[in-house]
């Protein structure tokens, strides 16, 4: 198992350009997750997803958008990229909730966005 | 709305002491709670999580973690440090919601020093 993957590793934009970040999860996990991680700042969660076709915003949604056309793939997107959004991506996913227990999410690798 | 305080943002010890790292969190009804370590360039990875099952949990590389309510905190230890520990650490509490959405302490980077 690959586990979560992001597509790409590393990323140079310039301002107003527009991106997409992919995440692939071989887990079959119904929920899916987009942070960014700011020094000093931990992980701030972006969107997230408990299902195929459901998006839902989190902590810092503005300038970003996604879409979870498939269970096992979740997508960012940058329509107007800005020097505020230079930032470490990660992507996660965990199974659904249910017994009354909460189960962990499991991390991509990240990926390494500078907006020049 | 849950929140999570780490203590110290750098934590600096000599190889095979004690090595503690403080997680304190604020919560309105019985959390469950994660520590993750992050090493540098890389994703994070899950070190141990508490889910009301036991207060002392055990995780892996030998750290744990105990929940206490009283205090509401869930600090991070481990008996005898060593160089690969060196590391960033956070501390996070998942809501009560369906989404298991995780909220992140800002971290502690952990320097082991010979």
């Known amino acids: 198992n690959a586990g979560v993957t992001q597509t790409p590793k590393f990323r140079v934009l310039k301002t107003g350009q527009s991106m997409t970040l992919l995440c692939a999860q071989d887990?079959?996990?119904?929920?899916m997750y987009w942070y960014r991680q700011d020094p000093g700042m931990g992980l701030r969660l972006i969107h997230y997803?408990?299902?195929?076709?459901?998006?839902a915003k989190g902590e810092v949604p503005d300038g970003y958008n996604v879409s979870r056309l498939k269970k096992q793939n979740f997508l960012l997107g940058l329509e107007s990229a800005a020097p505020s959004q230079t930032s470490v991506y990660f992507c996660?996913?965990?199974?659904?909730?249910?017994?009354?227990?909460?189960?962990?999410?499991?991390f991509g690798p990240g990926t390494r966005l500078t907006v020049t | 709305a849950q929140s999570v305080t780490q203590l110290g943002s750098h934590v600096s010890v000599s190889e095979g002491a004690l090595v503690l790292l403080r997680c304190n969190y604020s919560?309105?009804?019985?959390?469950?709670l994660f520590w993750y370590v992050q090493y540098p360039n890389q994703g994070l990875q899950l070190l141990l999580k508490?889910?009301?099952?036991?207060?002392l949990v055990k995780g892996i590389n030998g750290f744990e973690a105990e929940f206490k309510k009283s205090e509401t905190s869930f600090h991070l230890t481990k008996p005898s440090a060593h160089m690969s520990d060196a590391a960033e650490y956070f501390c996070?509490?998942?809501?009560?919601?369906?989404?298991?959405?995780?909220?992140f302490g800002t971290g502690t980077r952990l320097q082991v020093t010979l």
């Open positions: 887990m079959n996990h119904e929920y």
């Open positions: 997803s408990v299902g195929e076709g459901t998006t």
């Open positions: 508490y889910t009301s099952a036991a207060t």
């Open positions: 919560s309105s009804v019985p959390p469950y």
């Open positions: 996660a996913s965990s199974r659904i909730r249910g017994g009354g227990l909460a189960y962990e999410q499991y």
């Open positions: 996070a509490v998942t809501d009560t919601g369906t989404a298991s959405k995780l909220t």
